[in-house]
């Protein structure tokens, strides 16, 4: 898995950087195989803005934006709904690969 992490206007700790790449690394529980994950870390009027871009193979990418006055929030709330439609997205792909009830119906007749 790549992972890419980009600042404009922002100072990002390596302290920082850790946190966000463990955290991707975390991704990797959710079996979906994720080829690459962007992170834009970015000023804004109001604070600051994070958009992470996970891309999965052969699926469509998944795009987080999430904005806040502090970093770490802002980090922290993105890490959280990418946890979110990550979970959503291997409940989808699980539950295709599942066996029906009317296949099991047809199975006992």
Not at 29 to 49: A, H, R
Not at 51 to 72: C, G, K, T, Y
Not at 75 to 100: N, P, Y
């Amino acid at each position: 898995m790549n992972v890419q992490i980009r600042s404009k206007d922002v100072t990002v700790h390596a302290d920082t950087k850790a946190h966000i790449e463990s955290a991707v690394e975390a991704f990797k529980k959710f079996q979906l195989d994720i080829t690459t994950v962007n992170v834009n870390i970015e000023t804004q009027k109001k604070g600051v803005s994070i958009e992470f871009d996970i891309h999965i193979a052969h699926a469509q990418p998944v795009v987080i934006n999430q904005s806040d006055d502090d970093l770490h929030t802002a980090i922290d709330l993105a890490i959280d709904r990418a946890s979110k439609a990550l979970r959503r997205l291997h409940g989808k792909v699980t539950e295709k690969q599942a066996t029906s009830i009317k296949d099991l119906e047809t199975l006992d007749a």
